[in-house]
């Protein structure tokens, strides 16, 4: 259902790099709208990852990195330690949606 | 340092209506553009909808509109979501956000309240 889709799941051992991708079309993404990522940790609010593509809030570490090019973006998570386990939700806006934001679909990271 | 509270979780019943509630505290409430959004048990996040209190506008996505209704009560620093005709696919936790436009050209939600969890059953 939703316009930005997202691997439903990823898993990388403690110390490894492991991508989230967020694919969208010429309506979002590939039109220029920014995308930003939002951790979910288990029974919590979300929270803001990554806003812009690739600018980390304040508090945010070094180790989570945002991208995008054409009609996707992607989520980088160096150095994978335990508490990176949880959901990550990509976002942008779609023009065919006027007024709306979109969601992606989610990811769930496990650490091994 | 900005903090969203929200109201405490309630039961409905399928055909009635829930009002949730959004107290924010810290920064201008006038200025803020409030969103809500909502996830199923198991599922995604969900936009349902913002407000801009400072000019009593509002945005409902497609998929809620006639039944979601999103006010805003300056005096009070208050947003507040109300869902009408309630069906158990309604059952989810309702989070309200702040939205932000600072360093990018596509609104995003730098803070969220704790969360409103709303249970449909008969």
């Known amino acids: 259902q939703s316009v930005l889709t997202q691997p439903p799941s990823v898993s990388g051992a403690p110390g490894q790099r492991v991508t989230i991708s967020c694919t969208g079309s010429?309506?979002?993404?590939?039109?220029?709208?920014?995308v930003h990522w939002y951790q979910q940790l288990p029974g919590t609010a979300p929270k803001l990852l990554i806003y812009g593509n690739s600018n980390r809030p304040s508090g945010v570490p070094d180790r989570f990195s945002g991208s995008k090019s054409g009609t996707s973006a992607s989520l980088a998570i160096t150095g994978l330690q335990a508490e990176d386990e949880a959901d990550y939700y990509c976002?942008?806006?779609?023009?065919?949606?006027?007024?709306?934001?979109?969601f992606g679909t989610g990811t769930k990271v496990t650490v091994l | 340092q900005v903090q969203l509270v929200q109201s405490g979780a309630e039961i409905k019943k399928p055909g009635s209506s829930v009002k949730v509630s959004c107290k924010a505290s810290g920064g201008t409430f006038s200025s803020y553009t409030i969103n809500w959004v909502r996830q199923a048990p198991g599922q995604g996040l969900e936009w349902m909808g913002r407000?801009?209190?400072?000019?009593?506008?509002?945005n409902y996505a497609q998929k809620f509109q006639g039944r979601v209704t999103i006010t805003a009560d300056k005096s009070t620093s208050t947003a507040y979501m109300e869902l009408s005709n309630l069906r158990s696919e309604d059952t989810a936790v309702y989070y309200c956000?702040?939205?932000?436009?600072?360093?990018?050209?596509?609104?995003?939600?730098?803070?969220w309240g704790q969360g409103t969890l709303v249970t449909v059953s008969s």
């Open positions: 976002q942008s806006y779609d023009s065919r949606l006027s007024g709306s934001g979109v």
């Open positions: 956000a702040r939205e932000s436009l600072e360093g990018t050209t596509t609104y995003y939600f730098d803070y």
């Open positions: 010429s309506s979002n993404i590939g039109a220029g709208y920014d």
């Open positions: 407000i801009i209190p400072i000019l009593g506008l509002t």
